[in-house]
């Protein structure tokens, strides 16, 4: 059973708004997670914005005002609100967790395409 699994993703037109959704289980719960990350076309995987489980955030400076991370612990799911979005934010996005022991997890992947 793969423990987080996003979904959300789309095409989309500069200026619109996605919102993108991972949700854990099996031994993961919402304290575990840590936060989401993107890869563009031909590039690196990058972080994006992270969340605590006390509930602070750190956005990135590329998406700072535009992004917002968030959870709802009672239903183990955790958010990326985007808006104002740009043909440079195309990319996989991914969520992360990271178990007590240190273990990163990642999802599958959700694919957001924004035409200019």
């Known amino acids: 059973q793969v423990p987080l699994v996003e979904s959300g993703g789309g095409l989309v037109q500069a200026g619109g708004s996605l919102t993108l959704s991972c949700v854990v289980s099996?031994?993961?719960?919402?304290?575990?997670?840590v936060g989401w990350a993107r890869r563009p076309p031909g590039s690196e995987r990058q972080l994006v914005a992270t969340?605590?489980?006390?509930?602070?955030?750190h956005y990135e400076d590329f998406v700072k005002g535009r992004f917002t991370i968030s959870r709802d612990d009672a239903k183990n799911t955790m958010y990326l609100q985007m808006n104002n979005l740009k043909p440079e934010d195309t990319a996989v996005y991914y969520c992360n967790a990271q178990n007590d022991y240190g273990d990163d997890y990642w999802g599958q992947g959700t694919q957001v395409t924004v035409s200019s």
């Open positions: 969340i605590t489980s006390g509930g602070s955030t």
């Open positions: 099996g031994s993961l719960s919402s304290d575990n997670f």
